[in-house]
């Protein structure tokens, strides 16, 4: 198990940037799959981005693509998630979570992740 806090949000104007990061305990962070979500109010989660353990495969949500980057730091067990660009449609609480793994097929799926942070809330005004 794998205890997931995350940090970096706020309020910013439309246009804006903001880099989000996810601490991870533990001795296994640098085997395991990591995964962003988003959740809107009245919405349902949303797969964000993920990576790979050794983050040479990213995978990125069509609404996200080209704006955000997920990379992470195995030496630092974090995961982090720069947003640019960014739009009213990006508001909402974002988590971390991890997996054994996933692949193009199975990042977006919630079920495929075992650990959650708390979340941290994203807010874009235009």
């Known amino acids: 198990q794998v205890q997931l806090v995350e940090s970096g949000g706020g309020s910013v104007q439309a246009g804006g940037s903001l880099r989000l990061s996810c601490a991870a305990s533990g001795d296994t962070f640098s085997s395991i799959y990591m995964g962003w979500f988003r959740q809107a109010p009245g919405k349902e989660r949303e797969a964000v981005a993920a990576?790979?353990?050794?983050?040479?495969?990213?995978y990125y949500t069509d609404p996200v693509n080209g704006r955000f980057t997920v990379s992470r730091d195995n030496a630092k067990n974090t995961l982090t998630l720069q947003m640019n660009s960014l739009k009213p449609e990006d508001t909402g609480l974002y988590y971390c979570?991890?997996?054994?793994?996933?692949?193009?097929?199975?990042?977006?799926?919630?079920?495929?992740?075992?650990?959650w942070g708390q979340g941290t809330q994203v807010t874009v005004s235009s």
């Open positions: 990576i790979s353990p050794d983050a040479v495969r990213t």
């Open positions: 979570a991890a997996s054994f793994f996933v692949d193009s097929t199975s990042y977006y799926r919630p079920n495929e992740y075992g650990d």
